[in-house]
Every structure is written in C-alpha cells, then in structure tokens.
C-alpha cells in the first residue's frame, strides 16, 4: 500500500525560508502525480503546489514566485522549498498523491501523509 510521510517543519520568521520533504513508500511512484496541500488553524484545506510524471507544476496563488514543488523518482520524495514565507503561510501542511488527478481539489487525492506544521512568526 501507499504511505506518505512528511518532514521538514519547523518554526521560521517571516522572511525565511523551508524545505519539507515527503517520503513515498509503495508503487508506482513515478507515474503518480504529486501534490503539497495546507491547512491553517480553524480552515480549510487549501492547495498550494502540484507535480505531475511529467514534472509539469502547478501552485496556488498564495505561493506563486515563492514555493517550488520539485521530485526525485529515484529516491521517490517529493520537496516543497518555501522561500520569503509569511506569517499567513502557518499552517500543517500535508503531501498527496494521486494517479489520474493533479488539481486543487483535496478530494482529487487518494493518499495523504500525516501532515508536518509550519510555523511562521512575524
């Protein structure tokens, strides 16, 4: 079966920068479509960054010119790097995966990761 594990969380002032990591287990990795979602307190979940087989991207809004989604099919992890982060980009963020589906609706996506928190002070 598919696992998801996050990692790379932490607490960051505003300005900064982050790296998160998922760690995928299980198959058919390089045919899946990758995606970063977040979750700030008392909201919604909300799409930040996606990556197909192709490597073709897609971000958010909110992380556009600051978020990179990037994969390596060898090590099966897909990163996150999050640069010039805001105090509005706290939030738990969570990895998924899908193999038909690559958009910004969470329930495009069969597998989840456990989530990692982000905290970003001002």
């Given at each position: 079966?598919?696992?998801?594990?996050?990692?790379?969380?932490?607490?960051?002032?505003?300005?900064?920068?982050?790296?998160?990591?998922?760690?995928?287990?299980?198959?058919?990795?390089?045919?899946?479509?990758?995606?970063?979602?977040?979750?700030?307190?008392?909201?919604?979940?909300?799409?930040?960054?996606?990556?197909?087989?192709?490597?073709?991207?897609?971000?958010?809004?909110?992380?556009?010119?600051?978020?990179?989604?990037?994969?390596?099919?060898?090590?099966?992890?897909?990163?996150?790097?999050?640069?010039?982060?805001k105090?509005?980009d706290?939030?738990?963020?969570y990895?998924?995966?899908?193999?038909?589906?690559?958009?910004?609706?969470?329930?495009?996506?069969?597998?989840?990761?456990?989530?990692?928190?982000?905290?970003?002070?001002?």
């Amino acid at each position: 079966q598919v696992h998801l594990v996050e990692s790379g969380g932490g607490l960051v002032q505003a300005g900064g920068s982050l790296r998160l990591s998922c760690a995928f287990s299980g198959r058919a990795f390089s045919t899946r479509a990758m995606a970063w979602f977040r979750q700030p307190p008392g909201s919604e979940r909300e799409f930040v960054a996606s990556i197909k087989w192709d490597n073709s991207t897609n971000y958010g809004d909110s992380v556009k010119g600051r978020f990179t989604i990037s994969r390596d099919n060898a090590k099966k992890v897909v990163n996150l790097q999050m640069n010039s982060l805001k105090p509005e980009d706290t939030a738990v963020y969570y990895c998924a995966s899908d193999l038909y589906n690559f958009g910004p609706g969470p329930h495009e996506y069969d597998h989840w990761g456990q989530g990692t928190q982000v905290t970003v002070s001002s």
